[in-house]
């Protein structure tokens, strides 16, 4: 091989060497880069917030949520009355806001307690600013209609409208979208799941106990409360004694009031 040859050749070997080597520190940049970032993450670290919470962090660090709700299948949001889980707790929801005492908060603040409040529309509009101290206090608005209706009475179309119109609103007034609904009395038809769906619910939620007149009342058996079971109670006149109620059940079952909307991930 000629001497120009093999210079030549060294020059085009050299060439093929560059675009690995720029290749090479592009990706050293990128990883220091990378670390960079990770560490500022670490130093401040952003609140965790899920779909079902909003913007609030309402992360539970002992706690591990274990449960997938189920998808909206066949444009049908899915019912549910209590949570399979391994966790020890129990899910607390407090329908209607008609009555509006100012000692039911405090109690709530006293106990610990979050709940989903599902509100209807029509018993809140006196005063809907009341309720913005319960999501001060970690629970969260969600829909029970416009007009408490029972919907199973009603043609898709009003069904849709009870249940988009209470987000809508609520969305305005507290900024965030409900993601459950309940029907009023327990009322509902696939008409209902069809129009959550649509509302974007993500679940029509019933319960499995009550406290109610100062007791606890089981659907289905008189075994107390079991881990992920919902229990309904309402903003009521007894307020206090029921949720004496609901707390004794809960201890009696060495159960953890958790907010439902923390185990939906
Ligand atoms: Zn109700």
Redesign the pocket.
Known sequence: MSKSKKKSGRKYHAKRLVKPALLFLMWIQLIGLAGFLMFVQQQNPQPVANFYTGPTNHSVPSLKPDYNIPPVTNGLAPVVSNIPTNEKVVFLGI??GAYKQPFELKLLRAKHIKASLFL?DSFIEDNPDYFKGYIAAGSLIED?TVD?AYLDELPYEQQRQEICNAADRYQQLYGRRPVLMRP??GFYNEDTQRAAADCGMKAVVMWIAKANGGSMQYQYDNTGLHPGDIVLM?FRPEFKQDLQAFIDAQNAAGLHTELLENWLQ
């Open positions: 329908d209607d209807a029970h408490h009023p009395g309402h």
